[in-house]
C-alpha cells in the first residue's frame, strides 16, 4: 500500500466504472471532466497500477481495476458509517423505494440489507416493477426514489450505469428467418419491449409474441425452453441464457441507461432517500457484475 485512499478520488473511480464514460461520471458527480481525470491518475498513482484502459472512443477496466472496485466499495461504506456514527445523525421516517424487475437476479438485496442495518429507523417499502411502471408511479408521488431503465432521449434521473441492450435466447435455439421472430417480452409500458419491436420495426423484419410475462423469472423460464428470444441489458444476462449469434440477423437494439430519480416533490422522505441512492451508487458494481 503505497498511501491511504481518498474517499473523493475512489467516488469519482466507482463513477467512471459505472458509467464507463469521464463525461458521464463529471456530469454524476458535478465536477469538471478534468477533475474526473486528475481524481483517477492520483488514485492509480497511490495503487501503484493502471485502474482503466481508455482511448478516444471507449473505456475498460483493467484487471486491477475490477479488483479496485471491491475494494473502494468497501472503503467507502466504512467512511460513510463511521461518519454518521460520530456526527449521531439518524434518519427516520417511511421511504417508498421502487426497482425494476432488472434487478431481481442482481446483489440489490445486499445493498438494502446494508442500507437497512445503517439505518434501522427507516421503514423501507419496496416495490418491484417495470421501468415504465415505475416512472408513472413516481410521477403520481406514490414513490420516493426510483431505479430503473430510462429511454435513450429521457433527461431524467442520476446514471447509475450506462449498457447496451443485446437479443438473448437459449443457446439451442435456432431462428428460422423466413419465419416470424419469436418474442418473448413485458407488458407495456416495458422499456426493453418497445425498444425490441421499434428495432424489429425500423429492420422491417416480421415478430410475433410468443411469451408475455411482467415477471423477470417467468422471461427467463420461456427463453431457457427455447420459446424464443427477448432484448436484456449486456451486463445482466441471466444465467442459462446466451447472446443471440451475429449470424441470426437480428438487428441492434441501442444502448440504455440505468438511473435512480427522485420525486419531484419535496417529501419528509428526502434525506432517507438521499442517503439510499449514495448507497445503490457506491455499490452499484454489485447490481451488474456480481450476479448471484
Known amino acids: 500500500m503505497r498511501g491511504a485512499y481518498d474517499p473523493s478520488q475512489l467516488r469519482t473511480f466507482l463513477a467512471v466504472a459505472q458509467t464507463l464514460s469521464f463525461t458521464q461520471a463529471a456530469r454524476r458527480l458535478g465536477l469538471r471532466q478534468s477533475t474526473v481525470s486528475q481524481h483517477v491518475r492520483r488514485l492509480e498513482d497511490t495503487a501503484g497500477r493502471q485502474l482503466f484502459t481508455r482511448d478516444t472512443h471507449s473505456v475498460e477496466l483493467t484487471e486491477d481495476g475490477e479488483a479496485m472496485l471491491g475494494f473502494a466499495r468497501r472503503i467507502l461504506e ?85 449498457d447496451r441492450l443485446v437479443w438473448i435466447g437459449a443457446e439451442r435455439l435456432r431462428l428460422d428467418p423466413e419465419r416470424p421472430v419469436p418474442l418473448i417480452v413485458y407488458p407495456p409500458p416495458g422499456i426493453t419491449r418497445a425498444l425490441a419491436l421499434e428495432a424489429l420495426e425500423r429492420q422491417g423484419r416480421a415478430w410475433r409474441i410468443a411469451c408475455t410475462s411482467g415477471s423477470l423469472n417467468g422471461l427467463i423460464a420461456a427463453a431457457r425452453a427455447g420459446l424464443g428470444v427477448m432484448a ?51 455499490g452499484g458494481n454489485r447490481l451488474y457484475r456480481g450476479a448471484p
Open 78 to 162: 466504512a467512511h460513510e458509517q463511521a461518519a454518521a456514527f460520530f456526527t449521531g445523525t439518524r434518519l427516520r421516517g417511511r421511504l417508498r423505494f421502487g426497482a425494476s424487475e432488472d434487478f431481481v437476479l442482481t446483489r440489490l438485496t445486499e445493498i438494502l440489507e446494508g442500507f437497512r442495518h445503517d439505518h434501522p429507523e427507516v421503514d423501507l417499502e419496496l416495490t418491484v416493477e417495470l421501468s415504465g411502471t415505475l416512472h408513472e408511479q413516481l410521477a403520481d408521488g406514490k414513490l420516493d426514489l426510483v431505479l430503473a431503465k430510462r429511454r435513450p432521449e429521457d433527461p431524467r434521473g442520476e446514471l447509475v450505469w450506462h
Open 232 to 282: 436484456h441489458s449486456r451486463g445482466l444476462v441471466p444465467p442459462g441464457l446466451v447472446r443471440v449469434p451475429d449470424r441470426a440477423g437480428l438487428p441492434e437494439l441501442g444502448e440504455v441507461d440505468f438511473v435512480l430519480v427522485h420525486a419531484q416533490r419535496h417529501t419528509a422522505a428526502k434525506s432517507a432517500a438521499d442517503a439510499l441512492a449514495s448507497s445503490i451508487l457506491a
